[in-house]
């Protein structure tokens, strides 16, 4: 691992996870909830700083960060006795936008990522415009300059959706929409299986890319959004039901070894091409990030979320020591995780 795959590393994990806190920063300060620390990484402290009644830290392990508010959870109180500024003394929507703050931060990062992205690199809609003879293709009946609407009922706005499909087809009757001279035709396609590139293919290529113009950056941004929340939800979808082996699962080392293996394969193109490469892992790695804290588990915002909701429902808060013992626990299960995914990354990296 050169020293360049450890700053592009660090610059991207640092763009991530600040962008998440300073989502939760700006919205407690706005809400006069007291911010008693912000940090990056977790463990022990390698530098911090005070500035007013916040201390900034820069800790030790690149897993996360944290914005720490006075009273949360019973914790950070000021003397013992909770201030005016307290997370528990705040209005509860102040602090369920304080709390839901992160993740939508670390969406909106995504979407300038994407919209900086889309005036940088090929866009391809999903057209037919070459239909290969003896395909499936052909034989579900589809014409050159055809365009996918759907599959499988699910709505298709770029050709990298095609091929993601593609990539996670194992078989069966596909229900293919597509659209000629205006008009929508519903067909059923059963992709091939190709023995030299050891995958299933439609049978069509795509060789037209799109020239924006006036607002389509925005439209084409939020269609490279969509996809990489959609990509983000299927994994965790095939991580649950067991559909992913322990090689596809990467902590901090395995995308810190990603980030390098990207950067040697791109830099041969030159600057822009890194430069892409890194935005659209920093894309990536937002989007999943801002997914994943909405989930209801403990410790992560959406298990905070669920309390705070609960609170709206009975009209007050669960005891905050009680909650925190909860957030607690999920804490110390993350941190095992985090164990466990380490050494996976080292035998990932190693080829155990």
């Known amino acids: ?104 931060f670390n969406f909106i990062l995504g979407f300038l990522i994407a919209l900086a992205m889309v005036n940088m690199i090929v866009i391809r809609d999903p057209v037919a415009t070459q239909v290969m003879q003896g395909s499936a293709a052909e034989a579900a009946g589809l014409q050159d300059g055809d365009r996918i609407v759907s599959l499988n009922g699910e709505r298709i706005y770029l050709y990298e959706e095609l091929l993601i499909f593609n990539a996670l087809y194992r078989g069966g009757d596909v229900e293919l929409v597509y659209e000629r001279d205006g008009q929508r035709y519903t067909t059923t396609i059963v992709p091939q299986y190709d023995e030299q590139y050891g995958r299933y293919m439609f049978g069509f290529s795509n060789g037209d890319f799109v020239e924006l113009e006036g607002l389509d950056p925005l439209r084409y941004a939020w269609y490279e959004m969509r996809y990489n929340v959609k990509n983000t939800y299927k994994s965790l979808g095939m991580l649950l039901t067991g559909k992913v082996g322990r090689k596809d699962i990467a902590g901090p080392v395995g995308i810190a070894n990603m980030v390098g293996q990207t950067y040697e394969q791109a830099r041969a193109y030159g600057w822009k091409d890194v430069l892409v490469n890194m935005m659209n892992i920093t894309l990536l790695l937002t989007v999943n990030l801002g997914i994943i804290n909405l989930l209801p588990i403990p410790a992560l915002d959406g298990g905070r979320l669920v309390f705070l909701l609960v609170e709206v429902i009975r009209g007050k808060p669960v005891p905050p020591e009680k909650e925190g013992m909860v957030h607690f626990i999920g804490l110390m299960f993350f941190m095992i995780l985090m164990v466990i995914i380490f050494f996976n990354d080292i035998a990932n990296v190693f080829g155990i």
């Open 1 to 104: 691992m050169n020293i360049w795959t450890i700053i592009l590393f660090f610059i991207i994990f640092g763009i991530v996870v600040i962008s998440h806190e300073m989502g939760h920063f700006l919205l407690a300060k706005a809400g006069g909830i007291h911010v008693v620390e912000f940090s990056v990484g977790m463990g022990p402290t390698l530098c911090s700083f005070q500035k007013g009644d916040t201390k900034y830290s820069l800790k030790l392990l690149p897993i996360g960060g944290a914005c720490m508010f006075e009273g949360e959870d019973g914790l950070n109180t000021k003397e013992g006795e909770e201030s005016p500024g307290a997370f528990y003394n705040a209005n509860v929507w102040k602090r369920i936008s304080t709390v839901a703050a992160g993740p939508i």
